[in-house]
């Protein structure tokens, strides 16, 4: 049984927008940190955004103001809501828990994949 679960994916134009969500098998994922990753075909992973046990979060530079993390822990689901996506966002996106809060993602879905035309 797959524990971490995305959906939302989808091709998009520039400017519009995109909901991800993760749901989770276990709570305690959702409950502690949780992240969304991307990977663009020859390009390394990149952190996208980060959501941590008490709710602060962090996001890398290029999608900052676009990008909001959250969660709902009573649905068990992370979620990412991307506005004014660019061609530069499509990739495929992952979602991942850390239990140990200490930046050891070891919980991993599937992706989704996001592509974004011009």
């Known amino acids: 049984q797959a524990q971490l679960v995305e959906s939302g994916g989808g091709s998009v134009p520039a400017g519009e927008s995109l909901r991800l969500s993760c749901a989770a098998s276990?709570?305690?994922?959702?409950?502690?940190?949780m992240a969304w990753f991307r990977q663009a075909p020859g390009k390394a992973r990149e952190e996208v955004a980060t959501?941590?046990?008490?709710?602060?979060?962090r996001y890398t530079n290029s999608v900052k103001g676009r990008f909001t993390i959250s969660k709902d822990n009573a649905k068990n689901t992370l979620y990412l809501q991307m506005n004014s996506l660019k061609p530069e966002d499509t990739a495929m996106y992952y979602c991942?828990?850390?239990?140990?809060?200490?930046?050891?993602?070891?919980?991993w879905g599937q992706g989704t994949q996001v592509t974004v035309s011009s």
């Open positions: 959501i941590y046990k008490y709710g602060d979060t």
């Open positions: 276990v709570n305690a994922y959702v409950r502690n940190c």
């Open positions: 991942a828990a850390d239990l140990g809060c200490n930046g050891g993602f070891n919980i």
